[in-house]
């Protein structure tokens, strides 16, 4: 038995208030989700592309004496990390605020 007839039922009732709100709300997430997602692909190419997949071209370049695919993998990985991290929360402060979540 579903419940989906007593779901569309119950937001029928609701008050406008009550629906924006939570039209806001599924834009909210959706936007964090969008962030998250945004994010984690950036993670992900720096990490294994530029870390595993992609060392054998990188290592033409060079900073200073090390070829950067090398650094990538050894350092330049975990820098654009942390920088991700710092992105992550000042985004999310400003989606905070345009949706007045506390």
């Known amino acids: 038995m579903s419940n989906s007839g007593q779901e569309s039922s119950n937001e029928e009732n609701l008050s406008p208030e009550t629906k924006e709100e939570r039209a806001r ?8 989700v969008r962030l998250i997602r945004n994010l ?8 294994l592309g530029c870390g595993i997949l992609l060392v054998p071209l990188l290592n033409n370049l060079a900073i200073g004496n090390l070829p950067f695919g090398f650094w990538m993998a050894q350092q330049g990985s975990i820098f654009i990390f942390v920088i991700l991290i710092f992105v992550y929360a000042i985004r999310m402060d400003k989606l905070d605020r ?3 979540r506390k």
């Open 25 to 32: 709300e599924q834009r909210y997430w959706n936007a964090n």
């Open 40 to 47: 984690l692909i950036i993670w992900v190419f720096v990490s």
């Open 98 to 100: 345009r949706y007045r």
